[in-house]
């Protein structure tokens, strides 16, 4: 499967939102998701952590040895509207409230970056504790939940750069979260280049 370079996007312009959204250099979609990468493109431990349908906080937390916390900086009502966000957000019922956090080790070492779109009417039913994970607010209620992994991206971000103190690019996706058979929320995320030490290198696509 290759890749390929993305056409013009005006989500990436002038009007971006106020959220950290990748610069991409090459996009893949669902298909690409499925089928998985050339190990030479993305090496098989990245392809577990960006294309496995487990709780990335988990995988954090066993990777580094230490618990996963969360920082939410935002909490904004963005209505109806698609907020610059992948178009499947269109399928989480409006209006809509964006939350973004880092996750990060208990000793405060950055590791993702995540943003996430939900019914604004609901969020408090499925994150009754807004400062911890996801995956353990929907543990606690025995949500049974699916990850449909959508996309990946690969690109670069400043604002990024600074906040995880590495260089860009950087590797995310986006995916939904389903229950009963319903999409829950929608969750963009971007990983820094600090887990190459627990996972080795991430093999990084070079653009043409």
Not at 25 to 53: F, K, N, R, T, Y
Not at 114 to 127: F, G, K, M, N
Request: aromatic share 10%; hydrophobic share 35%; charged share 20%.
């Amino acid at each position: 499967m290759t890749l390929t370079a993305p056409r013009h996007n005006p989500r990436h312009d002038s009007t971006a939102p106020a959220w950290h959204l990748l610069a991409p250099l090459w996009e893949c979609g669902e298909a690409g998701v499925q089928q998985g990468l050339p190990h030479s493109q993305l090496a098989p431990p990245w392809q577990i952590l960006m294309l496995g349908d487990g709780s990335p906080t988990r995988h954090l937390q066993l990777l580094t040895g230490e618990p996963t916390e969360v920082d939410v900086i935002d909490m904004s009502p963005v209505g109806n509207g698609d907020d610059g966000a992948p178009e499947l957000v269109q399928v989480v019922p409006g209006p809509r409230l964006r939350r973004q956090v880092w996750l990060k080790t208990a000793s405060g070492q950055r590791l993702a970056y995540a943003t996430s779109w939900w019914e604004a009417s609901h969020v408090d039913e499925y994150l009754q504790n807004r400062s911890i994970p996801i995956w353990r607010s929907l543990a606690r209620l025995r949500t049974e939940l699916y990850r449909d992994v959508q996309g990946l991206h690969y690109g670069h971000s400043p604002a990024l750069e600074a906040a995880f103190g590495q260089p860009g690019p950087f590797w995310g996706r986006h995916y939904l979260f389903w229950h009963h058979g319903k999409p829950l929320t929608l969750i963009y995320e971007v990983f820094s280049p600090y887990l190459e030490r627990y996972l080795g290198p991430v093999q990084r696509l070079e653009a043409d």
